[in-house]
C-alpha cells in the first residue's frame, strides 16, 4: 500500500487537530526533506508554527491507516519515499 503526499498531510492534519482539540481545516502541514534531518513536517495552527521529526510523522500515519482504513501497523512497517512527492510505502 502507498500513501500519497496528500493522504499524509491529511494525517498529520487530523493527529494534530485531535491533540489540540481544533477542526483539522485550521491545520497547515508542510512536509520537508532534508538530507541531513530526513523527513520533517512544519505545522503552523493560527499563526504559530513548529516541527515535528519523521518519528511524529509515522505515528500520524498510523493512526491514520488505523482510523481510515482499519489497518493496524507498526513503525517498522512504514517507510517514507521521496521521489516527485514524498510517498509512505506501507508494508503488509
Given at each position: 500500500m502507498q500513501l500519497t503526499m496528500d493522504e499524509i498531510?491529511?494525517?498529520v492534519c487530523l493527529n494534530i487537530a485531535e491533540r489540540r482539540q481544533?477542526?483539522?481545516?485550521?491545520?497547515i502541514v508542510e512536509l520537508l526533506w532534508d538530507e541531513d534531518l530526513g523527513y520533517s513536517?512544519?505545522?503552523?495552527?493560527q499563526g504559530q508554527s513548529w516541527y515535528?521529526?519523521?518519528?511524529?510523522?509515522?505515528?500520524?500515519?498510523?493512526?491514520?491507516?488505523?482510523?481510515?482504513?482499519?489497518?493496524?501497523?507498526?513503525?517498522e512497517q512504514i517507510r517514507l519515499d521521496l521521489t516527485d512527492e514524498i510517498v509512505a510505502h506501507v508494508a503488509s
Open positions: 498531510i491529511n494525517a481544533i477542526r483539522p481545516t485550521d491545520v513536517a512544519q505545522i503552523t495552527v515535528i521529526a519523521e518519528g511524529a510523522l509515522i505515528e500520524a500515519i498510523m493512526r491514520y491507516l488505523d482510523q481510515e482504513y482499519g489497518r493496524r501497523v507498526f513503525p
